[in-house]
């Protein structure tokens, strides 16, 4: 616990400080937001709003992490250095980061709304989710417990859903592309999510916080720990190490947050949605729930969905739209809310599918009792 302490600490620290140094970077560089013509009128004032502060974020998580290691080790010795379960997170987060950095710098270097060209986009999320899918089949601990499994999950690995029925060769292909839907989804969802002052950085503070939460009972009662409580115990390499990972993430955010709240003085950009995505998925694949993380990152899954819905009505209907504008929070701007009125609310929102999520992880131990 005190790590977490330790770890949240300085990220918090790093955040709130080296954001606003990097707001003066990237003014001194004229690297601003370009906004769309065709979003709603009031964002038109946000241009020029410095972006990729998500750059801020991943290195306060990176800095953190390692720093409070260091510290542990320094107290004690003895005491365990990063896991493999925590650097293959930190992998893909980075990776995913480092593809929405070439994203973004392609759009505010050519003043412009599309920055990678969609094939390239999915082929660099892709080269790193495959390298995280593979590598998190690997590393096992003296248990024999790898970071991932071919099991899909929702509390736990369910027995009688293992994508390796055909062999282990099927099973890691599977698992690969199984993954990787994971990760597409997450960074679409939350990417989707950040379009308004504060709204993604607020909602994944709530997520990160409950994959803390989670880390440290899977911790508690880990199978074979002497608090491990009969059938519910939870197979799940380096839980206490993911736990802290989340806590920092979590910490970092609200750092950034106090700037990037409305009306906003930096902007995460896809440097930022991206790392937040891919860094959602790794918990949800490395914590052994990955189904459940459709409650946790209910309010990511009910943007995307209205997307989805958005085009679709509008392919089937030759041009009528469901919503007035989507992603939904636009939907609320164009009805006449207020921005902070829609991100208060919708931050609420997600924080009942956190809510919501941590219940059913709770009460699935509860019924194993």
């Known amino acids: 616990m005190i790590a977490l302490l330790i770890g949240a600490g300085l990220a918090l620290l790093f955040a709130l400080v080296g954001t606003p140094l990097f707001i003066r970077l990237l003014v001194h560089k004229s690297y601003g937001q370009f906004i769309r013509d065709d979003g709603p009128t009031s964002h038109h004032t946000k241009r020029g709003t410095p972006t990729m502060g998500g750059t801020v974020v991943v290195f306060a998580v990176i800095l953190s992490y390692g720093l409070t290691h260091l510290i542990m080790w320094m107290m004690n010795p003895r005491s365990p250095g990063p896991s493999a379960s925590a650097l293959l997170l930190l992998f893909l987060a980075v990776g995913m980061g480092l593809v929405g950095f070439l994203d973004d710098y392609i759009k505010i270097s050519k003043q412009r709304s599309l920055g990678l060209n969609p094939a390239a986009k999915l082929i660099g999320q892709g080269v790193v989710g495959v390298a995280f899918a593979v590598m998190a089949l690997g590393f096992p601990d003296a248990d024999g417990v790898t970071p991932a499994s071919t099991h899909i999950s929702l509390v736990r690995d369910i027995p009688w859903l293992n994508l390796a029925f055909g062999g282990t060769v099927i099973g890691a292909i599977l698992f690969v592309i199984w993954s990787n839907l994971i990760v ?5 969802g939350v990417n989707l999510t950040d379009g308004l002052d504060g709204l993604a950085a607020g909602a994944s503070v709530m997520v990160f916080g409950a994959y803390t939460v989670m880390g440290i009972w899977q911790s508690n009662q880990a199978c074979g720990s002497p608090r491990q409580a009969g059938a519910g115990c939870y197979s799940v390499r380096d839980p206490l190490d993911l736990a802290l990972l989340a806590a920092i993430m979590s910490a970092a955010l609200v750092g950034f947050l106090w700037w990037n709240t409305s009306p906003a003085k930096i902007f995460m950009g896809d440097t930022g949605s991206l790392a937040i995505g891919g860094a959602v998925a790794g918990f949800a694949i490395l914590s052994r729930t990955e189904l459940l993380l459709a409650f946790i990152g209910g309010l990511f899954v009910l943007i995307t969905l209205s997307v989805i819905i958005q085009v679709g009505y509008f392919k089937a209907t030759k041009g009528k739209r469901f919503f007035k504008m989507a992603p939904l929070q636009h939907h609320f701007e164009l009805k006449g809310w207020a921005e902070v009125t829609v991100v208060v609310r919708f931050w609420i929102l997600g924080g009942l599918c956190v809510a919501a999520g941590l219940g059913i992880f709770y009460a699935e131990w509860v019924v194993l009792l």
Do not use: I
């Not at 597409?184 to 679409?188: L, S």
């Open 184 to 188: 597409t989804a997450a960074t679409n």
